[in-house]
């Protein structure tokens, strides 16, 4: 006897289909239990438990050092959390450059000890091979094209990509692959907005831009620069939708002095 639970999440699919309808997609990265369930219930399409996690989490410089058991880990804190919203797991820097067979277990493993819905890795023609294995294996794959920053040691830095005009007709060849090979949506991150509306146009899968423009299909953002905790870090395409660094700093002084005062706890807050 099978037992057939009806998802009420957001699939692939319904992800694809608002391409043709035209409904922009809405995607955030999460790394824990508690904001991904406020997110949730604010309503959003996709979370992406980003490798940016080793930045933001871990507060490493780059996303090179996390590793699949690290991203496994917060993920499922992530999916817990996750009512309606489809799980994106970001495949760590080592976890599929080595083979497509290697990459493929990789991937199944994520998605087995996670309860992710989907990957997503960075890069083109070079990885088409691990791509197209996993899409064979049933796992929905989520490409990711231009400033792909597992590759910053090799790039010198995190500036705009594909300005030049060869980097952009590959971009646009290595998006055509990605597309025909089954992917059911592609990240453009920091590349002119011109180039991501034209990828945007010769893709049939949906495009999520990051400092991409707005011609993309859907937009990301990493949420704790997009709250305004990661002060400092203010690129041109990033927009604060609030300014928590303040409020918990503000937060954290308040505390200190009800404290220091014996104001706290007050009457009304002893047993
Ligand atoms: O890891 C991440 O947060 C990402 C986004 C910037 C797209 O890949």
Sequence with gaps: MSVHVESKRMTTALIRQKKLTGDKITMLT???????????????????????????????GT?????????????????????????????????YQVSAEDAVRNAI???????????????GEEILPAIQLMIAAGIPV????????????????????AKEQAEA??????AQLLDQAGCFAIVLEKIPAALAEKVTKAVNCPTIGIGAGNKTDGQVLVLHDMLG????????????????????????????TAVHESSFPNENECY
């Design 30 to 60: 999460s790394y824990d239990f508690t904001l991904a369930r406020l997110v949730d219930q604010a309503g959003i399409d996709m979370f992406l438990v980003g490798d940016s996690a080793s930045n933001v989490v871990c507060g490493n």
């Design 169 to 174: 007709e590959k971009l646009l060849h290595d």
């Design 109 to 123: 493993k994520m998605l087995k000890e996670s309860g992710a819905d989907a990957v997503k890795l960075e890069g």
């Design 142 to 161: 989520c490409g990711h094209l231009g400033l792909t920053p597992q590759s910053v040691n090799q790039f010198g830095g995190y500036g705009l990509r």
């Design 229 to 256: 905790l990661n002060q400092g870090f203010q690129p041109k395409f990033l927009r604060h939708f609030a300014e928590l660094g303040e409020q918990v700093k503000t937060a954290v002084t308040s505390y200190v």
């Design 63 to 95: 996303t090179l050092p996390i590793t699949v058991d690290e991203m496994i880990f917060l993920t499922k804190g992530v999916v817990r959390a996750a009512q309606h919203t489809l799980v994106v797991i970001d495949m760590p820097f080592g976890s």
